[in-house]
């Protein structure tokens, strides 16, 4: 099995863990409506272009930079009843969105491995929707996510010992592959579910390793 020899697995939530990458693109839109269908629109945009990021990060770009370019842009929300309205949105589904099939096979499977949870999504929010589901037992690491951004994450666990290597980081965008090389963790693209497009050319250009889904690193 290829996991066989980590010591620890860091595994991103959306697109990878929980089927919720679609949860969150509409709860962007949702939020943003408020402004105008054209900077909702403009906003999923960003948000599918830069996987991976908080919604912070793109809640402030979201109001610093797209509603100023848009002259059709309507009175709006400001940051703080985005995030609001962005997380009541997500709270609705993200208890209901399927999980990744053989995932408890595979925490069997790496039974003395040390499994964390480093995601753009709330941490709070995470660690509720994973509680609420008995998933929390699987990440004897941590489940960890913004408003502190991944690459942060990842270099704290590290200098605390709790992420130790040999590692692996299990992602499903641009910005996971950007954090793990940066953190010294091996990194496997999981494509099933993500949203970036053009994730075949990405990971040949970088000679990648992926898989379509976590069930696939069982041993058959």
Known sequence: MRLQGYETLVFDCDGVVLDSNAVKTRAFHRAALPWGEAAANALVAHHVANGGISRYEKMRHFLAEIVPELATAQDGPGLDALLQAFSTAVREELSKVPVAEGLEALRD???????????????????????????????????????TRKDVILSRELERGNISGPAVYLGDSKFDYECARAA?????????????????????????????KLSDLLPH
């Open 109 to 147: 499977a790496t039974a003395d491995a040390r499994w964390l949870i480093v995601s753009g999504g709330d941490e709070a929010e995470l660690r509720e929707a994973f509680a609420e589901r008995g998933l929390d037992r699987c990440f004897d690491g941590g489940i960890f996510g913004s408003p």
């Open 184 to 212: 010294g963790l091996e990194f496997i693209f999981v494509s099933g579910w993500s949203e970036v497009r053009d994730w075949r050319p990405f990971v040949a250009q970088h000679g990648i390793e992926s898989i379509e």
